[in-house]
């Protein structure tokens, strides 16, 4: 019974890794292909990112007309600064990321490049000077080497290899059995949650973009590995403007600009200081329901060491 039971078990666990890597896939293609339903203008406007400041000016916006997710939502993210935003799920964080790399159109108000609204420009111009650093990074059954010129396919060995000493895995890969060319994926090496991000650090410094929105990974690394990868992410946000959807709000304590976005709108603003100074403001609230929820997991470390 055992024997007649085992392929169908390799079967199951097949399927659900299909299903993962078409999760992993659907999420990628989300970010990097756009919908049918946004077109290029017939005269499109060059777009040159320089200073790259961004502008959301009374932004109204939903995927469905009966459901508005956005609401007359306006902010500025000045040359090289850095925003924030945080709020609880569903609220429209990822929709406002989504919106800047213009994978839908808005209803009301514009989005701003330097000045030019992003509806104006190529959309393949607009993406390919935005750097995404994604929740999780989808790796090719390829080279490590492929992996992170994927980003800027006409990238030189050597820029390849710099970018990977920015992002700290350099080393890890001159490790690996084939160094740069060895396969890495479902069907290579493995890599482990925190490498992979350090290859979305190492795409985005070689791509070398002036804009980078990086969405902050929910699954939590553990603690040392976790403060490793902020500070390589720290390093790379620094001179480029900055748009970071942040889950743990200690990581995002020095952002020039914090927006707490709720059911669509923006319910607060300001410094992480300026907001905690808010007592029973959203921010405050949950910046003290994170703390108690990482006290909580100090003093269950303390116990397990002590058992
Ligand atoms: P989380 O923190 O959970 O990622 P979020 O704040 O980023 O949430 P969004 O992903 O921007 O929230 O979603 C905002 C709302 O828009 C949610 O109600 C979501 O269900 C809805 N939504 C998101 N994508 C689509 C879509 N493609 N079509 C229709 N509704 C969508």
New binding site residues.
């Given amino acids: 019974i055992l024997q007649l039971y085992q392929p169908l078990n390799d079967f199951g666990s097949y399927y659900k890794s299909i299903q993962k890597n078409l999760v992993d896939m659907e999420k990628m293609l989300d970010l990097m292909h756009e919908p049918v339903e946004v077109k290029d203008p017939i005269k499109p406007t060059p777009l040159n990112v320089e200073k790259g400041e961004i502008e959301f000016r009374n932004v109204t916006f939903a995927?469905?007309e009966r459901n508005p997710?956005l609401k007359n939502v306006s902010f500025r993210v000045p040359s090289g600064q850095t925003v924030a935003i945080v709020?609880p799920?569903?609220?429209?964080?990822?929709?406002l990321l989504r919106l800047l790399l213009r994978f839908y159109d808005i209803q009301e108000g514009c989005i701003l490049i330097d000045g030019i609204d992003v509806k104006e420009v190529k959309q393949q111009e607009l993406r390919g000077q935005i750097g995404v650093v994604p929740q999780d990074t989808v790796l090719f059954n390829n080279t490590i080497k492929y992996n992170i010129r994927y980003s800027r396919i006409d990238g030189t060995d050597e820029e390849v290899a710099a970018a990977a000493v920015a992002a700290k895995i350099h080393e890890k890969i001159l490790g690996f059995p084939d160094g740069y060319d060895t396969k890495v994926g479902e069907r290579g090496l493995r890599l482990s949650g925190g490498e992979k991000q350090r290859v979305a650090i190492a795409r985005t410094v070689l791509k070398n973009p002036q804009i980078v929105l990086l969405d902050e990974a929910t699954s939590a690394l553990d603690t040392s590995t976790e403060r490793h990868i902020q500070k390589s992410l720290q390093q790379m946000t620094v001179n480029r403007t900055t748009l970071i959807?942040a889950h743990r709000l200690s990581t995002i304590v020095h952002a020039d600009q914090i927006l707490v976005?709720k059911a669509g709108e923006i319910v607060e603003r300001g410094s992480h200081d300026e907001l905690m100074q808010r007592e029973n403001g959203v921010y405050f609230k949950l910046w003290n329901k994170q703390l108690k929820e990482r006290l909580k997991v100090k003093s269950k470390i303390k116990r397990l060491g002590r058992a």
Avoid: L, M, P, R
């Fill in positions: 995927y469905d997710i709020g799920s569903g609220g429209g964080k990822s929709t959807i976005v």
